[in-house]
């Protein structure tokens, strides 16, 4: 399975990057997470507040992935 | 129903004129207009940048406004976002909320601003004297948006 995850705002500081492509067996937004968090940096994926999307749709991180679904990851939103 | 995701200035008069511009059946528009502060927490604000996601940003912002649109009689809908770089003083966001009478337009701009902080991806960098430092999230605007819940 192949996914591409991006980061945003202090993630995306925090990461170096603002997306990579994953490759792996993931059921589970989760499970990605859970991979990228053991990279430099990512501490910052084990925050309590985190958000995240599948698919530009915010969901929970039990959500389930699919092969070719964009992950996002971010700090609590603080629009408007 | 409008969304309008923008890295240039806006007039909110105008935005608010244009609301019953076209509509005579308009009886009641209610506005939100916020605005970049030149303090927050503590430290002077000499400016600010808004990161947003693109594409995801517009989705939820139009999810936002379907949401209120299918909750209230709702003669036009506007939801107008800055992003990029921003100075004290500019407006940053306006919500226009059109309808025959006016508690529907005060309840769905209430409504599509509580849900836009907690749901809409932008978040806010300040630059302060002491240098740039990203807005933290608040609870009280997860407790605000939890009034809504059905």
């Given at each position: 399975m192949n996914l591409t995850v991006k980061f945003f705002a202090r993630y995306r500081e925090a990461l170096g990057v603002d997306s990579v492509?994953?490759?792996?067996?993931?059921?589970?937004?989760?499970?990605?997470?859970?991979?990228?968090?053991k990279?430099?940096?990512?501490?910052v994926l084990s925050e309590q507040n985190l958000m995240c999307a599948r698919n530009e749709d915010l969901?929970?991180?039990?959500?389930?992935?699919?092969d070719g679904d964009e992950v996002a990851f971010?700090?609590?939103v603080t629009g408007g | 129903m409008a969304i309008r995701v923008q890295s240039t200035a806006f007039d909110p008069g105008a935005e608010v004129n244009a609301m019953h511009a076209a509509n005579v059946g308009v009886g009641a528009?209610?506005?939100?207009?916020?605005?970049?502060?030149?303090?927050?927490d503590g430290l002077d604000v000499a400016g600010m940048f808004l990161e947003h996601y693109p594409g995801m940003t517009e989705k939820?912002?139009?999810?936002?406004?379907?949401e209120a649109e299918e909750r209230w009689p709702l003669l036009k809908l506007e939801v107008l976002h800055r992003i990029g770089a921003l100075e004290?003083?500019?407006p940053i966001v306006f919500v226009g909320a059109a309808s025959a009478h006016r508690q529907a337009a005060f309840d769905a701009c209430?409504?599509?601003?509580?849900?836009?902080?907690?749901?809409?991806?932008?978040?806010?960098?300040?630059?302060?004297?002491?240098?740039?430092?990203?807005?933290?999230?608040?609870?009280?605007?997860?407790?605000?948006?939890?009034?809504w819940k059905q």
């Open positions: 492509k994953v490759e792996g067996d993931f059921a589970t937004v989760d499970d990605v997470r859970a991979l990228l968090a990279r430099d940096g990512a501490d969901c929970q991180l039990d959500e389930p992935v699919s971010f700090p609590t | 528009v209610v506005s939100f207009v916020g605005y970049v502060r030149d303090f927050n939820a912002l139009g999810k936002i406004a379907i004290p003083g500019e209430a409504f599509v601003m509580d849900y836009l902080k907690t749901r809409a991806p932008f978040w806010k960098k300040e630059n302060t004297r002491e240098g740039a430092r990203w807005v933290e999230g608040r609870d009280s605007d997860h407790a605000a948006a939890d009034r």
